[in-house]
């Protein structure tokens, strides 16, 4: 397996044995920018982007406090500049009126860039109205993520909180070395589809440190993610850390060497989850390490589900394609929220392989708690309790 930990000394060799350089700052409030809340300020930010990107020296574009209303931005393009710091210190609001942005897609879009830099503050995607949409009617749109990173690399974002989402919080698509750390994710446990972070198509993907507070998958891992490296993460509610939904297309990416360490899932629906649509697929998952994991009171706390088929439509009768192997549990414990701890429910096409369970510890009521598995075989190493189903 290829260590994804490179990533992370890179980042940390970088910065300490590189100088700070100096930069050319462009203040947003200067280019027009209103920090009232209300008054759209767009334009200023689109404008300080366009300067950056123009500098012939590294650069910064500066938020001061407040509350900066924007619309739908996309900061891209042909910029020639790979040092850009986005330093905020303020907050940005999408509009209040989801219509805005319902059927956008995205809110705050960095697209084929490289070298960019997120600094701090505070994204502010007003999804509860279109939460209380959906919950009573289904012709509302889809919503809006709140910030998408899609064809760049070398991105950092550092320190950044991202509330009421009307989708998906953090989106990284198709990128190549980015490392997430000290990021705060908050929305309600009832909020749809408000995955925090969400990475796919992508390698050398790292997130640290980071709190996720949500409605949706906490970490949602999607086709072609590879050297992804997730530690100190603190996950509830929400759905959990989960590989998949996969198996959504025949022809899909594989993910592949994923390492999930010292985490902490409190009150979630899963802790652990690897997911695939019930259909034909040539997808893979391989050479995945999930390592010192506490649960508290988790519904799920491991579950592989390779019948996937939310309201029975698209897949009834079909099974699995996506070959699942060489999958490691170690050091996990705490308490689950069902009787079944451990669920291995794997494609009888593919079933699933190389499964270690290795001092694993999940009580249920203060009870011993169960496994299950379904076409799944591996080995179990010292404490296993539940004791394993292979």
Not at 117 to 124: E, M
Not at 188 to 208: E, F, K, R, W, Y
Request: aromatic share 8%.
């Amino acid at each position: 397996m290829v260590n994804p930990i490179i990533p992370i000394l890179s980042f940390f060799f970088f910065v300490a044995f590189h100088p700070s350089p100096v930069y050319a700052i462009y203040n947003v409030v200067r280019l027009g920018a209103m920090p009232d809340g209300k008054t759209d300020s767009t334009q200023a930010f689109l404008s300080a982007w366009a300067a950056a990107c123009s500098s012939v020296s590294p650069a910064m574009i500066y938020v001061p406090p407040g509350r900066y209303s924007l619309k739908q931005a996309t900061f891209g393009g042909n910029c020639k500049n790979t040092d850009i710091m986005i330093r905020i210190d303020g907050t940005l609001v999408a509009p209040s009126d989801y219509t805005v942005l319902g059927s956008a897609g995205t809110w705050i879009r960095f697209e084929g860039v490289s070298g960019v830099t997120v600094n701090g503050g505070t994204l502010d995607g007003q999804g509860s109205a279109l939460w209380a949409c959906k919950a009573v009617s289904k012709g509302c749109p889809a919503g809006a993520t709140t910030l998408t990173i899609v064809n760049s690399k070398n991105i950092v974002i550092n320190g950044l909180s991202s509330v009421n989402s009307q989708m998906f919080h953090i989106v990284i698509n198709g990128c190549e070395n980015v490392f997430i750390q000290g990021v705060m994710v908050t929305a309600s446990a009832n909020s749809p589809n408000t995955d925090g972070i969400h990475v796919q198509l992508s390698t050398g993907i790292t997130i640290m440190s980071s709190g996720i507070k949500t409605g949706d998958d906490c970490i949602s891992i999607g086709p072609g993610t590879t050297n992804l490296w997730i530690e100190h993460v603190a996950c509830g509610p929400g759905h959990g850390i989960s590989i998949g939904s996969l198996a959504k297309d025949l022809e899909e990416e594989g993910v592949q060497n994923v390492t999930v360490k010292t985490a902490i899932f409190n009150g979630t629906q899963n802790g652990l989850r690897i997911k695939s649509w019930g259909r034909d697929s040539r997808g893979f998952v391989k050479d995945v390490l999930f390592t010192n994991i506490v649960m508290k009171n988790v519904y799920n706390p491991i579950i592989i589900d390779q019948n996937y088929c939310p309201r029975r439509e698209n897949c009834p009768d079909q099974v699995s394609g996506v070959k699942i192997s060489n999958v490691t549990y170690k050091d996990i414990q705490g308490t689950s929220a069902t009787q079944v701890a451990l669920k291995f429910d794997c494609s009888p096409k593919n079933p699933c392989e190389g499964i270690r369970l290795d001092d694993v510890k999940l009580t249920y009521l203060n009870q011993t708690a169960q496994s299950s598995c379904t076409n799944a075989s591996g080995v179990a190493y010292g404490l296993v309790d539940p004791t394993s189903c292979f």
